[in-house]
């Protein structure tokens, strides 16, 4: 039972050197290639099909998303930023291509019915608890 500490320390010691080796065997084993490919699907997961709706980039298979996943590929092997490839996506089919859309426009209105939804409910309710609370007083 004495030694339990150091059988623990040993373990531990252990753990971190084979998650060390593990993680530098990942990191050499990354080429350009397989950051590309990486790069493009994290891409492909910020834009709509431009045809089907509400569904990914990265899940449709229809031609023109095929096109568009390889224009990706071509354009972060050309040297450009994911932004810029975003950028070029938004500039041609507009900004309904992205998943997330930014707070604006018709969204700020939807942006202000839910956050209205939930705080006048809270409020009203925390007015009735308070007001109920003093009459028992």
């Known amino acids: 039972m004495k030694h339990f500490g150091l059988r623990i320390l040993v373990l531990g010691a252990i753990s971190t050197l084979s998650a060390f080796v593990f993680f530098e065997k990942t990191v050499e084993s990354q080429t350009p290639e397989t950051d590309i490919s990486s790069q493009a699907l994290s891409i492909e997961e ?12 990265s899940t449709c298979g229809l031609a023109i998303c095929n096109d568009m996943k390889q224009s ?12 810029e490839v975003i950028l070029y996506f938004v500039e041609s089919y507009g900004e309904e291509i ?11 209105l939807l942006w202000m019915w839910t956050g209205a939804s939930i705080i006048f409910p809270l409020a009203i309710g925390y007015t009735l608890l308070f007001r109920l609370k003093r009459t028992q007083r």
């Open 46 to 57: 910020q834009l709509r099909c431009p045809v089907c709706a509400n569904e990914k980039l």
């Open 72 to 83: 990706i590929r071509e354009q972060l092997a050309a040297g450009r930023s994911a932004d």
């Open 98 to 108: 992205r998943v997330s859309l930014g707070i604006g426009g018709v969204n700020l």
